[in-house]
């Protein structure tokens, strides 16, 4: 048994292999860029009328004669004399040799001349070539997360792929003879299953979308047989169950027989202790306890991290904020405790029903109250750190 800062640093260890692959920049979104980007263009790629109104030559003068239009899409190449003014739309090609663009509200039309009532400064509503960003200057550095902003940027530019780090396949393995599909009828010595729900659940939060869930029961075999597909077609595996001590906890065993390398089994905490980490060449192993309350805290504290560390992002650990107590906290058990809690701008209150099995008090909780295992006391009003999971 392991404490869990050393937990984390074995995980850290072991999932920072990333994988690059060239996506539409419609499937990049949530994605950490695997590369720096340049602009293969100018933008705007001409100087663009930033408003409805007429283009003319800045001068002394306030009547001119309209010779011409330039809409958007157009590509007007009038050259003006300065007696003489564009009728212009937005985002249109400004001519070559006008410099100012005055709003049509701002303008008095009179047939085919205009008389400019309030006359802006020079250079005014002109939107110059490469104002946003110049040919082959840096569009974002890699490292950089997409966001819908971001593949708008793309696409001015005409950029159509980029590279990324590829997310993890990932898949849940559920194991367990108690339990059943909810919707169905619920017999005696029964539960309902609810682990492959949860976890699809909190993978959706980091990005992964799609999590394949098998099932099989509490049999060394059948185990056996299951994982030797997961693993082969999965970058990280998530176990629910089946890793206690327990006459037909298979799971360690099934690994084992499938050449998944132990890296740690059990931590030091509570709850969430018997958890096992492993790995088979570039694939992880995350064998979960079936309790829920401990699965999804072990979720939070290690695979999180994980996945995170795979898809790129430098930041992969739940931030980290710090509140006053509420009430006293004691720790016998010589355990780092995770507990369910409630913070706001300024307290914590730690809920009731912070059993492993316990999920009510997990759903209201906003986050989870680290304990380290060497603290007996933390008495009301003292700060204490709190991992945010709301």
């Known amino acids: 048994m392991i404490e869990v800062k050393k937990a984390l640093e074995i995980i850290g260890a072991n999932s920072s292999i990333k994988i690059v692959k060239k996506v539409p920049i419609e499937k990049a979104l949530g994605c950490i860029l695997a590369e720096t980007i340049y602009s293969p263009i100018a933008m705007p790629p001409f100087r663009q009328s930033a408003m409805d109104g007429y283009a003319f030559i800045h001068s002394m003068r306030h009547q001119f004669d309209v010779v011409g239009i330039s809409q958007a899409g157009d590509y007007a190449d009038i050259k003006l004399k300065e007696n003489q003014a564009v009728r212009i739309f937005t985002g249109a090609y400004v001519p070559k040799n006008a410099d100012t663009v005055v709003m049509q509200e701002d303008v008095m039309v009179n047939g085919d001349s205009i008389l400019i ?105 059948a185990t056996k047989k299951a994982l030797k597909t997961i693993l082969k077609e999965n970058d990280i595996v998530l176990i629910s169950g089946g890793i206690s001590v327990g006459d037909y906890d298979f799971v360690k065993d099934a690994l084992l027989a499938n050449g998944v390398a132990e890296l740690f089994y059990k931590i030091n905490q509570k709850p969430g202790k018997p958890m096992f980490f492993g790995s088979k060449k570039d694939t992880l192993v995350f064998a979960l306890p079936g309790n829920p309350a401990s699965s999804l805290t072990n979720f939070y504290i290690y695979v999180y991290p994980a996945i995170k560390n795979r898809m790129g992002f430098s930041n992969t650990h739940l931030p980290k904020i710090v509140r006053k107590l509420n009430a006293d906290i004691e720790n016998k058990t010589g355990k780092t405790l995770f507990l ?36 007996q006391k933390i008495e009301k009003e003292n700060l204490v750190t709190i991992l945010p999971i709301d």
Request: contains cysteine.
């Open 117 to 221: 009532a309030k006359k802006p400064d020079q250079f005014a509503n002109v939107r110059n070539k490469g104002e946003q960003i110049n040919k082959e200057d840096v569009v974002f550095d890699a490292d950089t997360l997409i966001t819908p902003a971001a593949i708008g940027f793309f696409a001015c530019l005409g950029i159509t792929e980029v590279a990324i780090y590829k997310k993890p396949k990932v898949a849940i393995l559920v194991t367990g003879n108690e339990l059943v599909d909810r919707g169905k009828k619920l017999s005696k010595g029964k539960i309902y299953e609810s682990n492959s729900v949860m976890l699809q659940a909190a993978l959706k939060t980091i990005g992964i979308n799609k999590a394949k869930v098998y099932r099989v029961k509490d049999h060394l075999k």
């Open 340 to 375: 369910k809690a409630l913070y706001d701008e300024t307290h914590v209150t730690i809920l009731e029903g912070q059993a492993s099995s316990m999920l009510n008090s997990f759903a209201i909780a906003n986050g989870l109250v680290i304990v380290e295992h060497d603290i």
